[in-house]
């Protein structure tokens, strides 16, 4: 069983930058894909970022390519969401999930496709 919690949300500037953090408990990622996902006040969740469990392939929603910037440590414990050039439509909750087995370039979109999921952490972006 995994516990996942993200960390690292708040305010920021548009234009500006900021880091989330999904720590893991219970287990590493070892064998894990790992997804951000956003859901903004009215809005369905959606598909933010993916990373592989071999770490080797990312995917990104086309409304974050080129400015966030999915990670993990190397003890495969925490996974990061690195947000530049923020803009106020980035605004949302923001969690993290995952999903063990697949393979090694599997990279799921889908919130149906995740087990495990964190509570989620604020990102309010202000223009």
């Known amino acids: 069983q995994v516990q996942l919690a993200e960390s690292g949300g708040g305010l920021a500037q548009a234009g500006g930058s900021l880091r989330i953090s999904c720590a893991a408990s219970?287990?590493?990622?070892?064998?894990?894909?790992m997804g951000w996902f956003r859901q903004a006040p009215g809005k369905e969740r959606e598909f933010v970022a993916a990373?592989?469990?071999?770490?080797?392939?990312?995917r990104y929603a086309d409304s974050v390519e080129g400015r966030f910037t999915m990670s993990r440590d190397k003890a495969k414990t925490t996974v990061y969401l690195q947000m530049s050039d923020l803009k106020p439509e980035d605004t949302a909750v923001y969690f993290c999930a995952a999903v063990p087995g697949g393979s090694s370039y599997y990279t799921p979109r889908l919130s149906s496709d995740y087990t495990y999921w964190g509570p989620g952490t604020q990102v309010t972006v202000s223009s």
């Open positions: 990373l592989s469990w071999s770490g080797r392939i990312t």
């Open positions: 219970g287990s590493t990622f070892t064998t894990y894909a």
